[in-house]
């Protein structure tokens, strides 16, 4: 449990910058816990005078998202099976098509966007939409505990995934080729 003169500062001063501080709060608060994030990190947890409790993100809070950030994720979500298909057909050893290195390790293997980045097709799909209207329709902390964003509308899931898949192409390459040369010409 946080103590109280933290647990207040944090309620009173960083928390309500959270985007979905609202729908954390619920029926109120009670106290503050620091427990696992579920990916071997720690997080806090807000417990509510009911006994529910949800997770609250502090970074979140601190760089107060907006809800761009959030349709972002979704998107990102929407087309992790073709990126986790793409990984699961590769057979090792593997060249990368980037820096004609071997690799014999699954985890130096990066799934990247070319043709078009991600970004710049998150950005060409987003021109002409309503950004609010499409982070009405994400989901995660809205959902107790859920750390995965994601579209609660599969149309709109089914409409970024089309146009995902008719304006880029996945490859693998390396970490290094993505962390080094392909980040570079990126920027």
């Avoid at 929407?78 to 793409?86: H, N, S």
């Avoid at 071997?102 to 966007?113: E, K, Y």
């Amino acid at each position: 449990v946080v103590d109280k003169p933290a647990a207040d500062f944090l309620i009173n001063n960083i928390f309500p910058n959270h985007l979905r501080w609202k729908n954390k709060v619920g029926v109120g608060i009670d106290h503050i816990e620091v427990g696992s994030d579920g990916y071997g990190g720690k997080c806090f947890y807000l417990v509510r005078v009911d006994g529910t409790r949800t997770d609250i993100s502090f970074p979140k809070s601190i760089t107060q998202e907006k809800p761009i950030d959030y349709v972002y994720r979704a998107c990102r979500t929407a087309v992790e099976g073709k990126i986790r298909e793409l990984r699961e057909s590769i057979t090792l050893p593997y060249t990368c098509p980037i820096t004609g290195e071997i690799i014999w390790d699954m985890s130096n293997i990066h799934i990247d966007h070319y043709d078009l980045t991600f970004d710049e097709l998150f950005n060409e799909w987003v021109k002409d939409k309503d950004i609010n209207e499409l982070y009405k329709k994400t989901l995660d902390s809205r959902k107790d505990n859920s750390t995965i964003t994601y579209f609660d509308d599969e149309e709109i899931n089914k409409d970024f995934v089309e146009f995902h898949n008719k304006h880029t192409h996945l490859r693998a390459v390396s970490k290094k080729a993505n962390l080094g040369e392909l980040r570079k010409k990126r920027k």
